[in-house]
């Protein structure tokens, strides 16, 4: 089964999760705060030199981006047309920014992780009866487990229109993917509760 995560030695493989989200986090809110674009320039090239770090195959590297940058891009040039150069610029640099650390972030921190950091952080939210912590930290796991599968799906679907001479239209390519996923999130949904793995009053 694929995976988001990249073996390695680095000092981001062994930096804390804890470390890692909290630092994602802070970044974020930074990013959404400045609005010169130099700076944020600056800041995307550091998050690129990261995401390089891991020096992964360009293929592979550039796969894990493409879907999200060619969403960021379109969006961009939506920013263009409606409002101006500089917020379309903002825009795309500060979501660049935040992509490419957060790739750097699932590449190097195991679902395992991801889950029981996750289900610490909201462990106050379930004292005051808000969520079910382990509910959460499942959750979370579960939608960093898939994306490579959903990711592959869609490539799958594309491969299919080329292969019998079709022009991949969002239509033709979104249905099938949308009903595949449905299908995958109830067989799993199901498979959780045989087992007992969510908490049900």
Same mark, same amino acid.
């Given at each position: 089964?694929? %995976?988001?995560?990249?073996?390695?030695?680095?000092?981001?493989?062994?930096?804390?999760?804890?470390?890692?989200?909290?630092?994602?986090?802070?970044?974020?809110?930074?990013?959404?705060?400045?609005?010169?674009?130099?700076?944020?320039?600056?800041?995307?090239?550091?998050?690129?030199?990261?995401?390089?770090?891991?020096?992964?195959?360009?293929?592979?590297?550039?796969?894990?981006?493409?879907?999200?940058?060619?969403?960021?891009?379109?969006?961009?040039?939506?920013? *263009?047309?409606? !409002?101006?150069?500089?917020?379309?610029?903002?825009?795309?640099?500060?979501? %660049?920014?935040?992509? *490419? *650390?957060?790739? /750097?972030? %699932?590449? /190097? /921190?195991?679902?395992?992780?991801?889950?029981?950091? @996750?289900?610490?952080?909201? /462990?106050?939210?379930?004292?005051?009866?808000?969520?079910?912590?382990? !509910?959460?930290?499942?959750?979370? #796991?579960? @939608?960093?487990?898939?994306?490579?599968?959903?990711?592959?799906?869609?490539?799958?679907?594309?491969?299919?229109?080329?292969?019998? #001479?079709?022009?991949?239209?969002?239509? %033709?390519?979104?249905?099938?993917?949308?009903?595949?996923?449905?299908?995958?999130?109830?067989?799993?949904?199901?498979?959780?509760?045989?087992?007992?793995?969510?908490?049900?009053?």
């Amino acid at each position: 089964m694929k %995976t988001l995560y990249v073996e390695g030695n680095t000092f981001l493989h062994r930096m804390s999760s804890r470390v890692k989200l909290l630092c994602l986090a802070a970044t974020s809110v930074v990013l959404f705060a400045v609005q010169s674009t130099p700076v944020l320039g600056l800041l995307c090239l550091a998050s690129a030199l990261l995401y390089l770090l891991l020096r992964l195959p360009p293929k592979d590297a550039w796969a894990r981006l493409r879907p999200v940058l060619l969403t960021i891009i379109v969006v961009g040039l939506f920013t *263009l047309v409606v !409002d101006s150069a500089t917020q379309a610029a903002v825009f795309v640099l500060r979501l %660049t920014s935040l992509m *490419l *650390l957060a790739a /750097t972030v %699932t590449a /190097t /921190t195991g679902i395992a992780e991801f889950m029981d950091e @996750v289900t610490r952080l909201a /462990t106050p939210l379930e004292r005051i009866g808000l969520v079910k912590a382990s !509910d959460i930290g499942l959750a979370v #796991g579960l @939608v960093i487990r898939f994306v490579p599968e959903v990711l592959a799906r869609y490539q799958a679907i594309r491969d299919a229109h080329h292969a019998r #001479g079709l022009r991949p239209r969002i239509l %033709t390519l979104a249905v099938p993917m949308i009903i595949l996923t449905l299908r995958n999130a109830d067989e799993i949904a199901s498979a959780i509760d045989a087992r007992g793995l969510r908490g049900h009053k």
